[in-house]
């Protein structure tokens, strides 16, 4: 079983560059979510999604842009990197919700802004 | 604004021996949820605590909820060296709120 799988696992970006992260899951779950991990802390919400088509802002919302076009895939923009976006990133899916079910994690993206 | 804060942070600990990570959150909530996380990799669901007084056992890990103290413990029982990892505990504040605040995670370190 694929689970939850995010590409790219490793990105190197300049500052000012743009660059997706995209995560699938197969296992038709509804909400999907883009949390990032920082040194110290634990993981805090960037947006999240309650359906195909549906978006919304989590914790830290600023400087990204998801969008959920298909069930299956959530994606995750930076539209201009800067060095404060350096951080690993974890997209995860749930069948009913964080409120009632639990999450299952993506294996992570390691993002580095130079 | 909900506040998750797990202590110790790091602990060292020797194979054999108990110990208890606690999990304090500041405001009201029923759903609490401790992952593992391995370093480089993902963050595994270890226990979903549904109510007050509810309580998981797996192996050598017992997990407990009090939410009337806002409090969840993670129990060790005679720990061995592959239950070193990070554990985060999260909490969801309100009905329909999708926000799972996580704790900053307490790095266990099991030494032979």
């Known amino acids: 079983n694929a689970g939850v799988t995010q590409t790219p696992k490793f990105r190197v970006l300049k500052t000012g560059q743009s660059m997706t992260l995209l995560c699938a899951q197969d296992m038709n779950h509804e909400y999907m979510y883009w949390y990032r991990q920082d040194p110290g802390m634990g993981l805090r919400l960037i947006h999240y999604s309650v359906g195909e088509g549906t978006t919304a802002k989590g914790e830290v919302p600023d400087g990204y842009n998801v969008s959920r076009l298909k069930k299956q895939n959530f994606l995750l923009g930076l539209e201009s990197a800067a060095p404060s976006q350096t951080s690993v990133y974890f997209c995860?899916?749930?069948?009913?919700?964080?409120?009632?079910?639990?999450?299952?994690f993506g294996e992570g993206s390691r993002l580095t802004v130079l | 604004e909900l506040k998750v804060e797990q202590n110790p942070l790091f602990l060292s600990m020797q194979e054999g021996k108990n110990y208890t990570i606690y999990c304090n959150y500041s405001t009201t909530s029923d759903r609490l949820y401790w992952y593992r996380q391995d370093p480089g990799k993902s963050l595994e669901s270890l226990f979903v605590l549904l109510s007050n007084g509810a309580v998981k056992q797996e192996g050598r890990l017992m997990a407990s909820l009090d939410t009337k103290a806002r409090l969840s413990t993670l129990h060790i029982t005679a720990a061995v060296h592959d239950l070193s990892a990070t554990y985060f505990c999260a909490v969801v504040k309100d009905f329909g709120n999708e926000k799972l605040t996580f704790g900053t995670g307490t790095r266990l370190t099991i030494i032979p």
């Open positions: 995860a899916s749930s069948y009913t919700g964080a409120r009632t079910g639990e999450l299952f």
